[in-house]
């Protein structure tokens, strides 16, 4: 298991170089196993600009937006999980029954 663990940190240091090579800083990671499924949660801090009525002007907030990516044991190697779409459901028309016993 401790093999599992290792190898997915070693991903999530891969991912983290690819958000500092795009320009975002990470401030905050989260890497989880259980069995055969993991995550990873990236966090960057962002600012919202929130508009407070009373002083009739806009003020800096922070806070921390997370990014998740979920992984599956395959082979000795972690595998990105591709999200499921959601089919549209199927229509069933229902049939007309008649409830009397005879």
């Given amino acids: ?3 599992r663990f290792k190898k997915l940190v070693a991903v999530a240091e891969e991912m983290v170089t690819e958000y500092n090579n795009a320009g975002h800083n990470v401030d ?3 890497v989880h196993v259980e069995c055969n499924q993991g995550f990873i949660r990236l966090g960057t801090m962002r600012e919202y600009a929130v508009y407070y009525p009373d002083e009739n002007q806009y003020m800096p907030e922070y806070g921390m937006d997370y ?3 979920y992984f599956t044991w395959v082979d000795n190697t972690w595998v990105k999980d591709v999200p499921k779409c959601l089919e549209a459901p199927v229509h069933v028309e229902e049939e007309d029954w008649d409830e009397l016993p005879f």
């Fill in 28 to 30: 905050g990671m989260n």
């Fill in 67 to 69: 990014d998740t990516y």
């Fill in 1 to 3: 298991m401790l093999d």
